[in-house]
């Protein structure tokens, strides 16, 4: 098959920090391939159609009646109604029997079976169609279903031999086929390859299934070993399990099959920056951002890294684009904050932490910062101490926090308060004696007075 536009997946997500990219193609089954176990209550009845199997049965025809097929093709098609056309309920959650004949058909043809494995999918086997003349007999079927009054159709068509996939894998195959014919929309008829399995491992990434999605994405690979989103795939894989040296292996190659993509060029400084390399990381972000410019991910990280080299008047300008690039991300909006503050802009550092806590309400950390640096500035000390206050009471056992709040209390005059503030982050470990010598030495001042 020929390949498909780039543009297919320029939908690119991060996660744990990496970009790669995301595949959704808005499918409403929630079934899955692979995980499909049989009819479920709205497929059609059996006793109208003897031939047909549930997908387990499915599976054992192909390995008792199938196993010494040469070549093999499996089918999988996917049924739903266009918006607007008029069918009743029982129309649109059975599927009717003249979208189910051709493939019954066909299968009685050439000997092969077939099965509803979901509401509105069929997969059918049929036996001795090698590549060309399955994509003929999905034409076919695709050309039956058409006409007003018929539900739209979209098919995936896999074949075997296909690398070391087993001839019972090749239904598997077509499901990816079909999940990747998805993309493109109903009347479109789409052949197993890397791509379905690169958006079959995006479906096991989403899912928390990391080793699910490093198997088909190197599956892929074998399918197609110079696929850029693979290797970016892969390598972000390897990186969330903190298996660096893999990780930069892959977005090397994915860098090198593609030397303009941004992705895997931030990726590979991302995972520098894990390993402690920042001057080399740097280098990959401001690559990344030359070819791509204000993608958040990499701005934000350009900013971070200055900051942590020291760098301060260089991040400011990119983590003030990373806070408009991404208005409801309060990490920049606080990484703002602690730019503009080591500046000295205290009133332009107040109004990026209040961003932060508007974003994020329960930020304990931003509302203790934003508490203290409206201490320091000797106003609004109600405010500071509400702000400590909250901070101390999302988070009662950090000792910074504590201590803010116990130079609020100074501030205010509450010598009190101050003290027991002071003497709890003491027990919490941060050094607040000084604190507690000064406090104390006023208290008996006023004592004396």
């Known amino acids: 098959m020929a390949r498909h536009s780039p543009d ?26 692979g995980i499909l176990t049989g009819c479920d209550g709205n497929a059609a009845p059996r006793s109208h159609f003897a031939d047909m199997l549930d997908r387990t049965e499915l599976l054992a025809f192909i390995d008792t ?9 499996a089918i999988a098609v996917r049924f739903e109604w266009a918006a607007g056309v008029k069918a009743d309920d ?25 099965s509803q494995i979901a509401r509105n999918r069929i997969t059918c086997v049929l036996p001795q169609l090698g590549a060309a003349e399955g994509r003929l007999a999905a034409r076919h079927l695709l050309d039956a279903f058409q006409g007003e009054q018929r539900p739209l159709t979209t098919i995936g068509v896999a074949t075997y031999p296909t ?32 791509v379905s399995l690169n958006i079959s491992g995006d479906r096991h990434y989403q899912a928390g299934d990391i080793a699910g999605a490093m198997a088909e994405y190197q ?20 990186g969330v399990l903190k298996d660096y040296d893999n990780a930069l292996t892959a977005f090397d190659n994915a860098i090198w099959l593609s030397p303009q993509e941004m992705m895997a060029i931030y990726n590979k400084g991302y995972i520098l920056l894990l390993k402690g390399k920042r001057e080399q990381a740097l280098e990959c972000f401001l690559d990344a951002d030359a070819r791509e410019p204000n993608v958040f991910e990499v701005i934000f990280h350009l900013g971070q890294t200055f900051m942590e080299m020291g760098a301060t008047e260089k991040a400011r300008p990119y983590l003030e684009a990373a806070s408009r ?23 332009e550092a107040i109004q990026a932490y209040k961003r932060a806590v508007k974003i994020n309400p329960v930020d304990a950390e931003s509302l203790s910062i934003l508490g203290r640096l409206y201490s320091q500035r000797g106003e609004s000390l109600d405010v500071a101490s509400v702000l400590c206050e909250q901070s101390v009471r999302l988070s009662p056992d ?14 205010q005059g509450k010598l009190g308060h101050a003290l027991a503030e002071f003497e709890l982050a003491v027990a919490l470990g941060h050094d607040s004696q000084p604190q507690i010598a000064a406090t104390q030495d006023r208290m008996m001042e006023a004592k004396a007075s």
């Open 163 to 194: 690398i070391n996939f087993t001839r019972s894998q090749t239904v598997e195959n077509a499901e990816k086929a079909l999940e990747h014919a998805g993309f493109i929309g109903p009347g479109t008829i789409i052949d197993f390859d890397a």
């Open 8 to 33: 297919l997946f320029k939908n690119r997500s991060a996660t744990q920090e990496f970009l790669y990219s995301h595949s959704d193609d808005g499918m409403d089954d929630q079934t899955s391939p």
């Open 398 to 411: 950090n000792g910074i926090f504590r201590h803010r709040l116990g130079h609020v209390y100074l501030n």
């Open 325 to 347: 690039a991404n208005r409801r991300s309060g990490p920049a909006c606080k990484s703002l904050g602690r730019c503009l503050e080591m500046l000295g802009l205290t009133k």
């Open 65 to 73: 009646h199938l196993h010494g097929a040469s070549k093999l093709c």
């Open 90 to 114: 029982e129309a649109r959650t059975a599927l009717p029997e003249e979208a189910i004949i051709p493939i019954a058909t066909i299968c009685q043809r050439h000997r092969g079976a077939w």
């Open 219 to 238: 599956k892929g690979l074998r399918l197609d070993p110079v696929d850029m989103n693979l290797h970016n795939s892969l390598g972000v894989c390897h």
